[in-house]
């Protein structure tokens, strides 16, 4: 672990002055979190109350809300720019750490660098009429319970990520200006090799195009990475118009531009 990188032969942390503190906190449950963080720095911080952990725990998931009804308010948007102008955006599957350019190798702002849109499937916008227009009818006959339902193609829910994941990879399907999905994995995690052979069945039987980056992490060769994002680049400059069109005519969602834009500023 890092920690242990730094105290092998001595502990670098020491001498420098620091204390190193690295809670097990559960993110996922914010009544929780406060006992956890006030637990592991009440001695880091002498005289930290309760009060004062619990205050800033909710500060920092209101902040944390901002950011993200933001980030999703501009998915919106770039989807509403690209059914306006009839392009293509690409959708990233992957882990909030491949976010970090060390391990991503920005492979999203790469292939942004070629005019395409970037969407992360973490910020995919939740408003309820797109919601409605993209499962709406399947929840109406009973297919799936909700528009977040995931069972119908994934019965074995053991990961939000994964959940997170499998639910974004039906979105890819459905909407028609999502021409591309990337998929980031590193490490072989065990909790992503389930899904890729699931994932990628999802998207390309839409007729959206797939690709996935394997064994990402910092030691990854830079040029490898570099020449797999050129080639899927060229490969969306040939089929993208196509692939849109029959997106279009299909349409299961019935996400047609009228139900799907209204005014706002272009990416």
Not at 123 to 131: A, N, V
Not at 146 to 171: G, H, L, M, R, Y
Not at 232 to 249: G, M, P, S, V
């Amino acid at each position: 672990n890092i920690k242990a990188g730094f105290i092998k032969e001595r502990d670098l942390f020491a001498e420098a002055g620091v204390r190193y503190v690295s809670p097990l906190v559960s993110l996922g449950d914010p009544r929780l979190v406060p006992k956890q963080m006030h637990a592991a720095f009440k001695d880091v911080f002498q005289g930290l109350t309760w009060a004062e952990t619990r205050e800033a725990v909710e500060a920092g998931y209101r902040t944390l809300a901002v950011f993200d009804d933001a980030m999703r308010a501009r998915s919106r948007q770039v989807l509403e720019w690209c059914a306006r102008h009839d392009r293509t955006c690409i959708l990233v599957l992957a882990r909030p750490y491949h976010m970090d350019p060390g391990i991503g190798h920005e492979i999203e702002a790469d292939l942004q660098v070629f005019g395409y849109p970037i969407l992360w499937g973490q910020y995919l916008p939740l408003d309820d009429g797109l919601l409605d227009a993209i499962f709406g009818e399947d929840v109406r006959e009973g297919v799936i319970r909700s528009a977040f339902d995931i069972s119908d193609v994934w019965p074995s829910s053991f990961s939000a990520n994964t959940n997170e994941v499998i639910w974004a990879a039906k979105v890819a399907a459905r909407v028609p200006w999502i021409g591309c999905v990337i998929r980031l994995v590193s490490y072989e995690c065990g909790m992503d090799q389930p899904t890729l052979t699931p994932v990628q069945e999802i998207v390309e039987r839409s007729g959206t195009l797939f690709f996935s980056f394997q064994e990402l992490d910092s030691t990854k060769p830079e040029g490898s990475v570099k020449i797999r994002t050129e080639t899927i680049a060229h490969y969306l400059a040939e089929t993208a118009e196509r692939l849109l069109r029959n997106k279009l005519a299909w349409d299961g969602a019935g996400l047609q531009l009228d139900r799907l834009t209204r005014s706002g500023p272009s990416p």
